[in-house]
């Protein structure tokens, strides 16, 4: 992605990035279509930003996506512009599509370590320029947790995040739950980072902090994308798994699979299983359940497939589980170090 810049004459401290998606689109009357509003306008389309002492800053995505279209091209671009913008920020709040904005969070998470300042994703169901709009409260929140600082002046929220429905959620944590709820995101796993009520209730005590804030983030660019997903369901058939599992061109294979990560106990089921794994693919298993975690010792099948060489995904998101593949995979060509640290926690995305 490449973004073109607007820069208000005010004081700076928040980064506004425009993505795409249906938070910037605004009704053309004549043509009778949604189209993006120009961001150096931003606020005369949200006044209300322009009460808080924030000089933002804008910049928009040469090419404006439906968030169906984002890819790790579009993430690598994002990375590349916070990098070259990290030291005249206190914070980052990125308009993305919600399509695939938990996608975008997770991968941010793990291609920035050692955040000092927050990355704030948001949108919203309903344009801007729309008078029921969830997007201006998402924004305002965004860019008012973006701001935050604490008692010592350190960010509130040093984290990848997604600002939604009055919620503050962790980016690899969270997961689109809906397509016309204003609360159209969840994170079930773990309880939201902050609320935005009368006043903004951060909850602290999960909040992760760097531990040397004078440090510079690392920002990691190369992902490989050589994962695909394998969704159970009853009737999947052995012609499709395999296509899956042993498939050419995939280095890592999610399973999600049933309850607490139990699966059919069918022979070819755990056949293909052991032969994808001697084939070298790294095979994760992920719930399929909004809450709660995979647990292979509960059940016979969960047990096999352990034997077997499949991997926990603990209580992952599918999306953060994909992310932090992609992420670590692009950092190693060994499977044995990207398993090693599959098992860690490294952003927050796990539970163990
Ligand atoms: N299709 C849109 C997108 O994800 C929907 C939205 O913005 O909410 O880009």
Redesign the pocket.
């Known amino acids: 992605m490449k973004f073109n810049f607007e820069s208000s004459a005010e004081r700076s401290s928040i980064l506004l990035i425009y993505t ?4 910037g ?1 605004k009704a053309d009357p004549v043509e009778q279509t949604l189209k993006p509003f120009d961001f150096s306008q931003i606020l005369e389309e949200v006044p209300e930003l322009g009460k808080f002492a924030y000089r933002i800053d804008s910049c928009t995505a040469e090419s404006v ?6 890819e790790p091209a579009s993430w690598q671009g994002l990375v590349r512009l916070i990098e070259s913008r990290y030291d005249s920020y206190d914070g980052f709040v990125i308009l ?6 938990a996608y975008s969070a997770s991968a941010l998470s793990f291609m920035i370590e050692g955040l000092t300042k927050p990355v704030i994703f948001t ?3 309903l344009p801007v320029g729309v008078a029921r709009t969830d997007g201006k409260e998402n924004l305002i929140s965004a860019v008012e947790i973006a701001a935050a600082k604490d008692s010592s002046g350190h960010a509130m929220v040093p984290e990848v995040c997604i600002c939604f429905g009055n919620m503050l959620m962790r980016g690899n944590r969270s997961t689109k739950v809906s ?1 016309e709820s204003f609360r ?1 995101f969840r994170s079930e796993n773990l309880p939201p980072l902050a609320e935005a009520g009368i006043n903004i209730r951060y909850n602290a005590g999960i909040i992760m902090r760097p531990s040397d804030w004078s440090r510079r983030p690392v920002f990691h660019k190369s992902l490989d994308t050589r994962v695909s997903i394998l969704k159970l369901h009853p009737g999947i058939t052995p012609g499709v798994v395999r296509n899956i599992l042993c498939g050419e061109g995939t280095r890592a294979v999610i399973i999600e699979t049933y309850g607490s990560g139990n699966a059919t106990s069918r022979q070819w089921f755990l056949d293909m299983v052991r032969e994808s794994v001697s084939m070298g693919k790294i095979i994760v298993n992920v719930t399929q359940c909004l809450a709660g975690s995979v647990n292979m010792d509960l059940y016979a099948t969960g047990k096999k497939l352990e034997e077997a060489g499949v991997k926990s995904g603990y209580d992952s998101s599918t999306e953060g589980m994909l992310a932090k593949l992609f992420f670590l995979m692009g950092k190693s060509e060994s499977n044995t170090e990207v398993i090693r640290q599959l098992d860690e926690n490294l952003r927050g995305e796990i539970t163990k």
């Open positions: 795409g998606g249906t938070i689109m996506i439906d968030s169906a279209d984002i993305h599509g919600t399509d695939t904005m949108g919203s169901q397509s159209a």
